[in-house]
């Protein structure tokens, strides 16, 4: 009897090593933000995100706005692991060096990226909602007050 208690007992220790083992790293749980997304019709200018897998420890993106077939903004992004951390890297024409926000919160539907030192925006969120991808900026507006700005884009097709 005392066999199969220990038996049983070892078995569940493996049961439970392997489901730890199987536990999806962070860039892992990002992998749903890989995709071509379109802002929806409606408006006088589109913009566009992508995002591409180039290596175990490296997404790269870009993002840009059209406007009567003019690029009105553009940027090049990137979601590095680093020994550091894991970083959302934003570099932008306007901006002399690009701007790095670490990410502070993720799950399979869910990222949080902040920079408390950059003066807008401070924090970076990304959210999939119904197969859609919302993404927002924040931080303080010129008048002090918090800004919000959000972002919404379906999967092209």
Known sequence: MIKYIIQYLILILFITNMAE???KSPMQKLLWIVDSWVSPEGSDSRSYEEWKVTGDN???G?????????VTFSESLKIENTPDGIYYVADVPHNPAPVKFLLTGVSDTSAVFENPEHDFPKKITYLLEDGNLHAFIE??????NTKKID???N???
């Open 21 to 23: 083992s199987q536990e």
């Open 58 to 60: 490296l997404y790269e």
């Open 62 to 70: 870009s993002s840009k706005t059209i406007k009567d077939g003019v």
């Open 139 to 144: 931080g303080p507006g010129k008048d002090g």
């Open 151 to 153: 972002f919404y884009f």
């Open 155 to 157: 999967k092209m097709r």
